[in-house]
Structures are given as C-alpha cells and as structure tokens.
C-alpha cells in the first residue's frame, strides 16, 4: 500500500504516528512543511517519499503533494492526518485525486458545527437547538427564541476553545466583539444546556461500528474554561460502557450514520440531562485529545496511536479487552502571574495517589503561563479499578496547586 501522512510538525503524537506507520509494510511518503533534514534520520531512512509544502492545511497545496505522489508511485492508497484543522482539506484532496478515505462532504458534517446540528437533528437526534450568528441582530432573535443563557463559539471550532457563555445582553456584544462575528464571519450559538458531560469514542469500518468507549470530564470544559485556575480531570472507567453510556450507544450510532462515518476513530462529546436524556454537543472524525489516547492505552495495554494508523491504513481493529481504569489530572496554575513561581503539595499527592501514577508532566518553576485550558501539567494514573482511579484523581486534584506570580 502507498500511504501519505499529512504532518504538519514533529509533535509527539506525530512521531507515535510515525513510529507505528514505520512498522507496516507499506511505502511510505510524508507531506510536511519541514525539510528533510528537520525529519530524525531513523525516520528519514525509512521513508519513500517526502514532500514539502507552506501550509497543510491548504488543500490546493494537499492536492498538489497527492499528486506528486501518484505520478511518481503510480497510486496512493491512504491520505491520512489526525488533527482537526486537517480534515476538510484532507478531503478535498481526497476527492480530487481519487484517494480512497473520508471526502470533503462528510469531513465539513463533522467540522461545521450548524451544519452537523442541522443533519442531526433531521435525523431526530437530541442537540440543543442553534443558529449561526453574523449580526448581533441574529443575536438578540435567537435570544427570544430559547432564552439566556447561551453558547457562544466559532463554528468551526476545536473542542472548547473560544466557548463563552452569555448571560445577558452585555455579554453578547462582548462576544461577538471577541469572535470578530461579521456577514462573513459568523459565530455558532446554542441553547445552554446543562448535565454531566461525557466522551463517546467509536471505531467505525465501512460505515459499521465495532468498538465503543465512553468517559467523563470532571468538571465539565466549560466551567473549566471560565475559571482558568480550577484544575480538572478526565476518568476512563473500566467498564467500557457503563449503564449510561450503554443506553446513549444506539443514539451515537445513529449520528454517526447520518453525519457519514466510514472508516475511522471519532469522538463526540454529549451531555446526560439530571431527567436522564441525552444531548449531542459535537462530534470529530478524529482521535480525541485531552490525553484520551494514552489513556485508553493504558486501560487495553496497546499503543492506542498504532492500533489508529493499522486502522485507517489496514481497516483493522484488534484490540484486547479493557484489563484497567485510567484517568488523567490536569494541573492550571492559579494567581494573575505568568509564570510559575511554586508547586504545593506535591509529597502529600506522592503518598496520597503515586503509586497509581504511571505517567506525568509536571509544571516547573520559572515556566510561562500555559496559552490552553490544558493547563502547566498533568499527571495519567492507572489502576484495576475504576474507584481506584476516582480515589488517585481526587488525591491529585485537591493536594497539588500550582502557583503563578
């Protein structure tokens, strides 16, 4: 098979991608903007193929580097990149060079929010209802139409950054004074919906699911966002799908088929109402974040980034039975400073949950204030059960606090 992975730099996820792809009997090109020299040797000398271009998300410069390579191997088999900026110029690409994988139709379900609303909820699907926002005008109706407060966030957006929530008619303006929202320039608003929040990861091959798996955040990321100095965690139990996220599979499935799904990974993130109903918040036609792939690694024993690459490459999915709990802290610094200037209550977290921790990246002092909601550091934790690993997160999140000056 000929296979080009889209990279846009040597991230460690990319390099776990490379380290897998390497593995596999296949040739291998990449299209990236760094040079061939910036690429470590033992990847370079594995490599069929390199080609450089400005921007990986351009598609016209995708398609260019796609059929590059289909003129110089005669084909290319798989197109594949796991960012979420990446996948609608995937593809375009993909299209346009006859490239086997998700095309730009199902990859735009996926990135633009109203428009996976809107399949959605043709489907009969529970998502909170929404509009897409160019005027404050368009504001104010949708207002009238469910009331305050609301959702407010790019269309477009990744995961939670840039969500706000409004509450009044000040903090419209302001918000759509902050997202820069214009005829051309719309934002995506939506009816506040609260509950527990929850991941859902699914492996889908040829439009069929064969593999679920369902977490929590705690708390959710919007209170984590608008308050940067509470720190939060992600729990993977080890029930794979525990009662709830059980009866919510059907209704997972269900959006997958209509947003397109073929062959790939996706995460959706949903809410479980206090009355027990679900609501659809988004979902990605990519691995999740958050540290979620380590994770689930951790929790089957596998590299969680080779079984991906052997499933968009191969269309294969082997994986062991869940054996652990996992779950990840992470670590935001609180204060108006911009630098780390202490850590407390590390010895106490040794004693209270080390054991459990089986990997970390723990703030320093002196380093700058982090730009994401991710925070200075975080620390995965693993254990046999899931009250094992809710006892660790707990232990972490309330004994290690990190101080900016």
């Not at 910036?38 to 260019?64: F, K, M, S, W």
């Not at 160019?134 to 477009?156: C, D, M, S, W």
């Not at 064969?210 to 029930?239: A, D, F, R, T």
């Amino acid at each position: 098979m000929n296979v080009l992975l889209v990279a846009p730099q040597l991230s460690p996820n990319t390099l776990s991608c490379l380290d897998a792809l390497c593995g596999l009997d296949i040739r291998l090109g990449i299209v990236t903007p760094l040079s061939k020299e910036q690429i470590p040797e033992r990847y370079r000398r594995r490599l069929d193929g390199h080609y450089r271009v400005g921007d990986c998300g351009n598609e016209a410069q995708l398609t260019t580097a796609s059929q590059h390579f289909q003129k110089e191997w005669g084909r290319v088999d798989r197109l594949i990149g796991f960012l979420e900026t990446l996948q609608v110029p995937l593809g375009v690409a993909r299209d346009r060079c006859g490239i086997p994988g998700m095309g730009a139709e199902v990859a735009q379900n996926f990135r633009e929010k109203n428009q996976m609303k809107q399949v959605l909820r043709r489907a009969g699907l529970p998502v909170a209802r929404q509009a897409l926002l160019h005027t404050l005008e368009e504001g104010r109706r949708f207002i009238g139409q469910v009331g305050y407060p609301i959702v407010v966030k790019p269309p477009a957006g990744m995961g939670s950054r840039a969500t706000m929530r409004v509450r009044d008619g000040n903090e419209l303006v302001e918000a759509l004074k902050v997202l820069e929202v214009s005829p051309q320039n719309p934002a995506q608003a939506e009816e506040f919906v609260t509950g527990e929040e929850h991941t859902f990861e699914t492996v889908s091959i040829g439009g069929k699911p064969v593999w679920h798996s369902s977490s929590y955040y705690l708390p959710g990321p919007l209170q984590v966002l608008e308050n940067p100095w509470m720190q939060y965690s992600i729990l993977l139990p080890k029930e794979r799908l525990q009662p709830h996220a059980e009866a919510f599979r059907p209704t997972n499935i269900r959006a997958l088929a209509a947003l397109g799904m073929e062959t790939g990974l996706s995460h959706m993130e949903w809410f479980l109402r206090a009355d027990g109903t679900p609501v659809i918040s988004e979902v990605g036609a990519r691995p999740p974040g958050v540290n979620l792939m380590p994770m689930m690694g951790l929790a089957h024993g596998v590299d969680f980034w080779q079984q991906w690459v052997e499933l968009m490459v191969l269309g294969r999915w082997n994986l062991p039975e869940r054996r652990f709990a996992a779950g990840c802290v992470f670590f935001r610094g609180q204060g108006k400073g911009e630098r780390v200037v202490a850590i407390h209550g590390l010895e106490e977290a040794q004693e209270r949950a080390g054991k459990y921790v089986v990997d970390k990246l723990l703030p320093q002092v002196g380093q700058r204030k982090a730009s994401g909601y991710e925070g200075e550091g975080w620390a995965l934790v693993r254990a046999e059960s899931t009250a094992e690993v809710v006892a660790a997160l707990k232990g972490l999140l309330t004994t290690v606090r990190v101080e900016l000056g």
